[in-house]
């Protein structure tokens, strides 16, 4: 999926990138014995466990963003 102002219109989406992700799962499901709904499952958590780490490097990139912004007052401060 695409970034703020490099994004593909939504109708566009859903009609290529939902198709191959049926296309995926079914694939997935076929060639691992499991059930579509099974395999949805396992997908979800996984996508669920790599926006968690997706968060957690955001939050950290603010983190450091918010520490120099504080030791960039911090100067100004002791320059006054």
């Given at each position: 999926?695409?970034?703020l ?9 859903f ?9 995926t799962?079914?694939?997935l ?5 499991l059930?579509?709904e ?8 996984s ?5 968690y780490?997706r ?9 450091r ?11 100004l401060?002791?320059?006054?």
């Amino acid at each position: 999926m695409g970034t703020l102002f490099n994004q593909t219109t939504r109708k566009d989406y859903f009609d290529n990138d939902a198709v191959k992700f049926l296309d995926t799962v079914k694939t997935l499901a076929r060639d691992h014995g499991l059930t579509v709904e099974e395999t949805c499952r396992i997908l979800e958590l996984s996508m669920k466990i790599d926006d968690y780490d997706r968060k957690d490097e955001q939050l950290a990139g603010l983190g450091r963003l918010i520490k120099d912004l504080i030791d960039e007052i911090s100067m100004l401060r002791e320059r006054l």
